[in-house]
Nanobody, 116 residues
Framework: QVQLVESGGGLVQPGGSLRLSCAASRTIFSIDVMGWYRQAPGKQRELVAI???????NYADSVKGRFTISRDNAKNTVYLQMNSLKPEDTAVYYC??????????WGQGTQVTVSS
């Protein structure tokens, strides 16, 4: 079992930055993949970024070059640095953990609103 708690969401103007944090209830060293997903009103949840246990990353095309995912195993925390935010980035952002072969865990989500 893994509990995930997100923080760092809020209201930001277009072009601004936010850093989301996801704190896990246990060591993330042995968690195979951790990631961030988002869901905008009326849309399906979509992948934003993932990071493997060895540090390999993958990003949605829409956020490449603007968002950076990282993990701090010592703090059991995963981060999402979001720069150059756009109104279309507005969504609830969810932290996700996957442990092979089939265990999946989700956080409760944190709202990000990009608006002037």
């Amino acid at each position: 079992q893994v509990q995930l708690v997100e923080s760092g969401g809020g209201l930001v103007q277009p072009g601004g930055s936010l850093r989301l944090s996801c704190a896990a209830s246990r060591t993330i060293f042995s968690i195979d993949v951790m990631g961030w997903y988002r869901q905008a009103p009326g849309k399906q949840r979509e992948l934003v970024a993932i990071i493997g246990s060895s540090g390999g990353t993958n990003y949605a095309d829409s956020v490449k070059g603007r968002f950076t995912i990282s993990r701090d195993n010592a703090k059991n925390t995963v981060y999402l640095q979001m720069n150059s935010l756009k109104p279309e980035d507005t969504a609830v952002y969810y932290c996700h953990a996957h442990i092979y072969p089939k265990d999946n865990y989700w956080g409760q989500g944190t709202q990000v609103t990009v608006s002037s």
